[in-house]
């Protein structure tokens, strides 16, 4: 597996495989890689010739006061894991590399980005719409795989591949959860024993809201309601927010009929979960 920490580097690489007609997948990733990525790696292994996964933790993507400076890192963990998944090249620049001193372009996609996630982190999604443009452009990759869990997140990268005409396809992959129910996330890492067990909630809620819309009711506020009062039966856990959003444009929907997402954020401690 390359190690590739420069732009030149993986651009080098990218050229010769490029020649041969090779096809390329890019996972990328903020490090501190775990079974959900392992999942998307495995399933870009299988599309694809080449299979290049970035690691790098974004500064640009994290608000002030949010947890960029404490968010995991292991770099030699994640190299072990992307050698025994048979990984061509991984990427792990410095932001100084990725960001050149007198950085001023950003890419956004609005509306999409408004809501959700958006209201109380208002630059992450231009954020990380700006590196993974960066990206792809470094990488000419063929195909990109991100996870279904940060579902405004792959929702807004398609967007954006769709509006800005980029040469690539988004493969969103399914959540991988633990046993008891919780998506897998690097965040995770941030939760004791107590908040681990406590943030069982966030699924035990959103199945009962999957529940009831397989069963027929139809009423939003209905759903958002009993997902909320199941949320605040745990006393760890700390709402940012519940919303039931159509698929396309992430708007609140009133009745539920066509695609939705039903999307929730939660603080237990310090960890902000979403799902
Ligand atoms: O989902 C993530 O880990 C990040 O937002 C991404 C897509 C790697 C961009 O930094």
């Known amino acids: 597996m390359i190690i590739a920490h420069t732009i030149n580097e993986v651009k080098e690489h990218v050229i010769e495989w490029k020649k041969k007609g090779l096809s390329i997948g890019l996972v990328p990733t903020m490090g501190y890689l775990h079974e959900g990525h392992a999942s998307l790696i495995k399933k870009a292994r299988t599309d694809n010739d080449i299979v290049i996964v970035s690691d790098f933790v974004n500064p640009i993507q994290f608000g002030a006061g949010e947890d960029l400076e404490d968010y995991p890192r292991d770099f030699e963990a994640d190299c072990k894991l992307c050698t025994s998944l048979g990984i061509d090249l991984i990427f792990n620049p410095n932001p100084s590399e990725m960001y050149l001193k007198g950085f001023h372009s950003y890419v956004g996609v609005d509306t999409l980005s408004a809501g959700l996630c958006g209201k109380s982190r208002p630059i992450h999604f231009n954020g990380v719409c700006t590196v993974v443009s960066k990206l792809f452009n470094i990488t000419e990759?063929?195909?990109?795989?991100?996870?279904?869990?940060?579902?405004?997140?792959?929702?807004?990268?398609?967007?954006?591949?769709?509006?800005?005409?980029?040469?690539?396809?988004?493969?969103?992959?399914?959540?991988?959860?633990?046993?008891?129910?919780?998506?897998?996330?690097?965040?995770?890492?941030?939760?004791?024993?107590?908040?681990?067990?406590?943030?069982t909630i966030l699924h035990k809620a959103l199945t009962k809201g999957e529940d009831m819309i397989r069963n027929g009711e139809k009423k939003s506020h209905t759903i958002i309601n009993e997902i909320k009062s199941i949320l605040e039966k745990e006393p760890l856990a700390r709402i940012d927010y519940v919303e039931l959003v159509d698929s396309d444009e992430l708007q609140p929907v009133d009745t539920i009929n066509g695609g939705i997402l039903c999307a929730i954020a939660v603080y237990i401690g310090k960890a902000r979960l979403i799902d």
Do not use: H, W
């Open 141 to 199: 990759a063929n195909r990109a795989y991100f996870g279904k869990k940060d579902a405004q997140q792959l929702c807004i990268v398609k967007r954006m591949v769709r509006d800005l005409n980029f040469n690539i396809e988004i493969i969103g992959c399914p959540i991988i959860r633990e046993e008891d129910g919780l998506a897998k996330s690097s965040r995770n890492t941030y939760l004791n024993a107590t908040e681990r067990a406590a943030a």
